[in-house]
Nanobody
Framework: QVQLVESGGGLVQTGGSLRLSCAAS???????LGWFRQTPGKERAFVAA????????YYTDSVKGRFTISRDNAKNTVHLQMNSLKSEDTGVYYC??????????????WGQGTQVTVSS
């Protein structure tokens, strides 16, 4: 079983930055590392993903140009650099391992989540 542990969440003002990290306990054959965001009463929503074989990156439209996903293969770690944060970026952020880009049902391993709160 793979365990994912997120870190780096917190409280930040509008326009600020945060860097989330997610460490996997071991390497897997899953093709994508992803980040999802969940707010109260809503489903987890795709934020960003990176394909492990070539580091191709994918973003939901609302974060393009502001967020950057990257990974450190040697450390089984994925990062999400979040800049120019907005109040609508608030939520619990989950990292995940899976075999699709956007569909959360195709992600099989999930972290425990880390809270990001952006205040105005």
């Amino acid at each position: 079983q793979v365990q994912l542990v997120e870190s780096g969440g917190g409280l930040v003002q509008t326009g600020g930055s945060l860097r989330l990290s997610c460490a996997a306990s071991k390497a897997t054959f899953n093709r994508y590392l992803g980040w999802f965001r969940q707010t109260p009463g809503k489903e987890r929503a795709f934020v960003a993903a990176i394909r492990k074989n070539d580091d191709s990156t994918y973003y939901t439209d609302s974060v393009k140009g502001r967020f950057t996903i990257s990974r450190d293969n040697a450390k089984n770690t994925v990062h999400l650099q979040m800049n120019s944060l907005k109040s609508e970026d608030t939520g619990v952020y989950y990292c995940a391992l899976g075999d699709a880009i956007v569909d959360s049902r195709e992600y099989y391993y999930w972290g425990q989540g880390t809270q990001v709160t952006v205040s105005s």
